[in-house]
């Protein structure tokens, strides 16, 4: 289990014939399923025992596995998140909503003082409720809404990376060239080849893929 990520996530898919099943949440949706602080669950990869608790997990698990096609284990996932959620009483705030719908309308540029002088709270007020209920700071949450945006906007023939930077509301290029390398774990030119012809800038094979820290 994943909470969100301030760098970059690789997975591998081996040679195994076995099948997985991914479940991606908004940090609200996760905060009230979960019902614990995000913040434990930032940067970190958690086994979901520890969190759900090992009958839950192992339950579901076995319910998965048992069913006979993929459209009885859609039905099952949706009957036992429904269950837990309509049990939950961990709910976000309605300031944290209201941030978090405003930071994401802006891709990640409002400031931390633009955030707190639009909801009328105080910037440690934001800075407290996005750790619970988000898992990370709002600046930190601005900066992979930023990156993401980025990710949907590489250039393409005849731009630039400096019309990405000022496009996606980076300082320059060489903010943008920082962040790629910190939350992709490559370069920004290397990530374009990636995206464009699935090998790194190197020209090796990318062993794996880039996961996203943010649900839509």
Known sequence: MLGLQTGPVISHTGRSTGYGIQVELTPLGAFALLAMPLRH????????????????DAGLTEQLASAPNWGSRWAI?????????????CWPSPVACEAWSLLRASHGTLSVGQLA?????????????????????????GRVLRFQRALTRLPKPGG????????????????????FRALAGMTATGLQALA???????NRPFAGHLTSVLAS
């Open 196 to 202: 464009t012809n699935g090998t790194s800038d190197n």
């Open 41 to 56: 669950l930032a940067d970190r990869m958690v086994p979901p025992a520890d969190v759900l608790g090992r009958r839950w």
């Open 77 to 89: 996932l949706d009957g036992v998140i429904s269950s837990r959620l309509a049990d939950s009483r």
């Open 117 to 141: 002088e639009a909801t009328g709270r105080s910037r440690r007020r934001l800075e407290v409720l996005f750790a619970e209920q988000i898992g990370l700071a709002p600046k930190s949450v």
């Open 160 to 179: 630039t990376w400096a019309e990405t930077a000022a496009v996606c509301g980076y300082h320059d290029q060489a903010h943008l060239a920082r962040d």
